[in-house]
């Protein structure tokens, strides 16, 4: 009997790192007649890293039914991660990240220049049988306007996901985040991974559901959302340099905390140009974004809120390229 | 409450009916991943596995499988060797021919009556267009070179003449204990496809201590003196999918029985790509489950391919939680046609 693991074994689920190198010549010259073991001698320790950038146009930004004028968003963000294999089933997760969106403003807008994060990445894989792989991760860190940054602009949000592996085609996955200082403080979201045809994905996992199409090992062209987002500490003058326009000012924005979101809808590819290092290039249209404005919501007093958005319809055009890789 | 008190008696005699045989199964499997075994759960239908874990082979993976089959260890071993996937088509194993232990180019002509299917049509792109200095098939340089003239100088389509000469090449090398001279050139190196089988078979010793005897008596080992070698039991030839792209494979099968045990080693030690060999272990036990005689089957599958290398972390483990997957859907095939 042989085995038919040829199709999905080699999913390379991402991931790659070069022979060059690795080709070792075999010291057993035979199948000799004692049993030599082979010795792990050093912890394998993974390696994967993601670094993107992405402009989107401006669009009309309102406070209620006023218009603000017209917001641009350069977002950039980086990624690295070291998973040290402790045992078969258990992988720590060390790194770090750091995220940055500058947005253009109008003079009159009550928003700010800058929501940028720097923060570390400390968690866990862990295999549950054969079926689960769970992952949790702590991100301490500094989520803020990077202006005046003390004790207050510092957050920890945890993730925690869950894969349950129904069969090889089709994937159930959970993710939950755990962030006190946003004004939704926990947020679960469910996703399916589904190969319902050879060539076609449909990887609705959250923050970016995708319908995907393999053209061959090295390219595949997807079409989906893309949610971007993050809670971020405004500083304790925020208010009073963010007014409405000269000699005006909302002081009562003055260290509050901003939750950002933008969602997008577009299409792109990635191309595996190497087997660990992919491209990724995509574009489409910014329909939503939101700028929440709030006090902290740790102690969960009852504070009114400050929305700033776009209505849906009066968005604007992205353009978004990424490489990652793992070693 | 009114109780049941028949109950426990018989699920107390159903477990008698297996549990003297159990603790020689145990013990039996003591070189295997699995212990405490449950034949009463095995025999209604589980398919128990094991991931191979961390080996010390970068391009390695490998699981454990165990299961019973309601057929007497006779049949099963039969089966073995005379199975062929491709009436199964979730497995996507395009074809599957035994050949005659003398075999001529002849015996390959299933080549030519291959299905028409994008798969196959990637196959035979890959041949059509090779280029040596950018390899996307498996081929030793003087294969390669041999591919590039034949493509020049014919007239007619060269896939099934190229391809016969390719595997009865290969093949003769392999029995006459030639295998360590065979490569694959690479554009970023050359791999040897015996020594893919060794860092496999080696990965796990308790493993290799079990099969060593078997595995001594096949041309694996250099210097076996031809008239000590074992025959195969089956010489095989297939054509299957890996990530839409057809390879073709070729390997050997060797058993070994003694009264308490069968055990059979599928040694598929070349493919045209996308996996650069493969092995796969089967141990059989006859056993007796509430008054019939059935079969213990343990089995390994050990693989080398490109693409393992570059899983590593949570991507590898998940790579071997598919794997137990795809490995269960074959054991399930293969079964559903022994009973």
């Known amino acids: 009997m042989k085995q038919s693991i040829r199709n999905t074994l080699l999913i390379a689920i991402l991931g790659s790192l070069l022979l060059t190198g690795l080709r070792a010549d075999d010291s057993k010259d035979e199948i000799a007649p004692t049993v030599a073991a082979p010795i792990e001698e050093s912890t394998p320790v993974a390696q994967e890293f993601t670094m993107e950038g992405s402009y989107t146009g401006k669009s009309m930004t309102k406070q209620g039914s006023a218009d603000l004028g017209g917001v641009a968003n350069i977002n950039s963000h980086f990624n690295y991660v070291a998973s040290p294999q402790i045992s078969d089933g258990f992988l720590l997760r060390l790194g770090i990240d750091s995220e940055r969106n500058s947005f253009s403003l109008p003079s009159a807008a009550p928003l700010p220049n800058t929501l940028q994060s720097v923060n570390a990445v400390i968690g866990a894989d862990l295999a549950l049988g054969d079926k689960i792989l769970l992952r949790a991760e702590l991100h301490p860190g500094i989520y803020s306007d990077f202006v005046n940054i003390n004790g207050n602009d510092f957050d920890m949000p945890v993730q925690i996901g869950a894969s349950y592996l129904w069969s090889k085609d089709f994937q159930i996955i959970l993710g939950v985040q755990i962030d006190l200082k946003s004004d939704l403080p926990i947020i679960g979201l469910p996703g399916v991974r589904w190969q319902f045809a050879d060539k076609w994905v449909l990887s609705a996992i959250p923050p970016r559901p995708q319908l995907q199409y393999e053209v061959n090992n090295s390219l595949t062209l997807y079409t989906g959302a893309e949610l971007l987002g993050g809670t971020y500490q405004l500083n304790d003058a925020f208010g009073t340099n963010h007014g409405h326009g000269p000699g005006t000012n909302n002081t009562q924005l003055n260290n509050n905390v901003c939750d950002f979101t933008e969602i997008r809808v577009g299409a792109g590819f990635t191309w595996k140009f190497t087997p660990n290092l992919s491209l990724d290039v995509s574009g489409g249209y910014v329909p939503y974004r939101l700028f929440d404005i709030h006090s902290s919501r740790i102690g969960f007093e009852n504070q009114s809120e400050f929305e700033l958005h776009n209505n849906i319809g009066n968005g604007a055009p992205y353009g978004e390229v990424g490489i990652r890789g793992s070693f | ?339």
């Not at chain 2, 074809?95 to 075999?103: I, K, R, T």
């Open chain 2, 1 to 339: 409450m009114k109780s049941f008190p028949f109950l426990p008696l018989a699920l107390g005699a159903s477990l008698l009916t297996v549990l003297p045989l159990q603790a020689d199964v145990n013990s039996d499997l003591a070189f295997s991943a699995f212990s405490n075994v449950d034949l009463q759960a095995l025999a209604g239908g589980t398919v128990q596995q094991s991931r191979g874990g961390l080996i010390n082979f970068q391009r390695g993976i490998t699981s454990q499988s165990l299961y019973v089959v309601n057929a007497a260890p006779a049949v099963v071993q039969s089966k073995l060797i005379h199975w062929n996937q491709s009436s199964h088509s979730n497995l996507k194993v395009w074809l599957h021919q035994s050949l005659p232990q003398q075999w001529t180019t002849t015996d390959f002509a299933g080549l030519g009556s291959l299905p028409d299917n994008s798969s196959v049509k990637a196959l035979r792109d890959a041949t059509a267009k090779f280029d040596p200095s950018n390899p996307s098939l498996q081929l030793s340089k003087e294969e390669g070179q041999m591919l590039v003239t034949t493509l020049a100088a014919a007239g007619a389509d060269p896939f099934v003449g190229v391809w016969s000469q390719i595997l009865s090449g290969r093949i003769s090398n392999f029995l006459n204990g030639r295998l360590g001279s065979e490569t694959y050139v690479q554009s970023d190196g050359t791999i040897q496809p015996l020594s893919e089988l060794k860092n496999l078979l080696h990965a796990d010793p308790r493993i290799y201590g079990q099969y060593q005897h078997l595995l001594n008596q096949t041309p694996l080992k250099a210097g076996t003196v031809a008239t000590t070698r074992l025959a195969p039991a089956d010489l095989y030839y297939e054509v299957f999918d890996v990530q839409g792209e057809a390879a073709i494979g070729t390997g050997a099968i060797y058993q070994a029985a003694s009264p308490a045990t069968i055990q059979s080693a599928d040694i598929e030690f070349y493919d045209s790509c996308g996996i650069y060999v493969t092995a796969e272990l089967d141990q059989l036990w006859p056993v007796t489950i509430d008054g019939r005689n059935e079969t213990l089957v343990w089995r390994a599958d050990l693989v080398s391919a490109p693409n393992i290398a570059y899983l590593h972390g949570t991507e590898r483990l998940a790579s071997g939680m598919v794997m137990l997957e795809e490995v269960k859907d074959a054991i399930e095939a293969f079964r559903s046609e022994c009973q």
